[in-house]
């Protein structure tokens, strides 16, 4: 497979298959994601890798525990509130992509451009494995009670999650719309 075909063929999974993934595979996988372009070389990036039933379930809880400012969820049963916990944590792993938080606003878009251009690389490469992902920027992540509970520091953000699994299904493409039409030439 070339990599115009991987990039196209990618797809974001939510559905896995009950089997672990292995911490040396990811390792291995970001070991070459981290050669995303990052200005400066900052490689601003830090991860924390969920993989273990008890890391899976404090994930959950922390989920849960910070999802609970948000009124939309606030006013859901608390039955519906387990299930959401429930999906998290029957996902074989989750990788959790930090970023240093620059005081410099030049500096710190750079490095989340950085950060994101590591966790589509990521994603490339799992797909070549058939490791399937879906990166999640829920609304809860920025919580102080969540980024706590995950050891985030003061001076750190989270760019993002990324839940993965092996997968039985490859979703269908959705459209994309042609370049000719979003594209401004001077």
Same mark, same amino acid.
């Given at each position: 497979?070339?990599?115009?075909?991987?990039?196209?063929?990618?797809?974001? #999974?939510?559905?896995?298959? /009950?089997?672990?993934?292995?911490?040396?595979?990811?390792?291995? +996988?970001?070991?070459?994601?981290?050669?995303?372009?990052?200005?400066?070389?900052?490689?601003?990036?830090?991860?924390?890798?969920? %993989?273990? *039933? %008890?890391?899976? $379930?404090?994930?959950?809880? +922390?989920?849960?525990?910070?999802?609970?400012?948000?009124?939309?969820?606030?006013?859901?049963?608390?039955?519906?509130?387990?299930?959401?916990?429930?999906?998290?944590?029957?996902?074989?792993?989750? +990788?959790? *992509?930090?970023?240093?938080?620059?005081?410099?606003?030049?500096?710190?878009?750079?490095?989340?451009?950085? $950060?994101?251009?590591?966790?589509?690389?990521? /994603?490339?490469?799992?797909? %070549?494995?058939?490791?399937?992902?879906?990166?999640?920027?829920? %609304?809860?992540?920025?919580?102080?009670?969540?980024?706590?509970?995950?050891?985030?520091?003061?001076?750190?953000? #989270?760019?993002?999650?990324?839940?993965?699994?092996?997968?039985?299904?490859?979703?269908?493409?959705?459209?994309?719309?042609?370049?000719? /039409?979003?594209?401004? *030439?001077?």
């Amino acid at each position: 497979m070339n990599i115009a075909q991987t990039i196209r063929g990618r797809r974001s #999974i939510r559905s896995f298959k /009950q089997e672990s993934v292995s911490r040396e595979l990811v390792m291995s +996988l970001l070991n070459d994601a981290v050669w995303a372009p990052n200005h400066g070389l900052r490689e601003p990036w830090r991860f924390i890798y969920v %993989e273990s *039933v %008890e890391g899976k $379930a404090h994930l959950g809880d +922390l989920a849960l525990d910070a999802a609970r400012r948000m009124k939309r969820v606030r006013l859901l049963p608390t039955k519906l509130k387990e299930v959401m916990k429930r999906r998290l944590v029957d996902i074989p792993a989750h +990788l959790v *992509v930090v970023m240093k938080a620059q005081k410099n606003e030049h500096k710190r878009e750079e490095d989340f451009a950085a $950060a994101c251009c590591l966790m589509q690389n990521l /994603q490339l490469l799992g797909w %070549e494995q058939k490791l399937g992902m879906f990166w999640s920027t829920y %609304e809860f992540i920025h919580f102080p009670e969540f980024k706590e509970g995950l050891g985030i520091r003061e001076d750190e953000r #989270i760019v993002g999650m990324l839940h993965m699994g092996y997968f039985n299904r490859v979703p269908s493409p959705k459209p994309r719309t042609p370049v000719e /039409q979003k594209l401004t *030439v001077w």
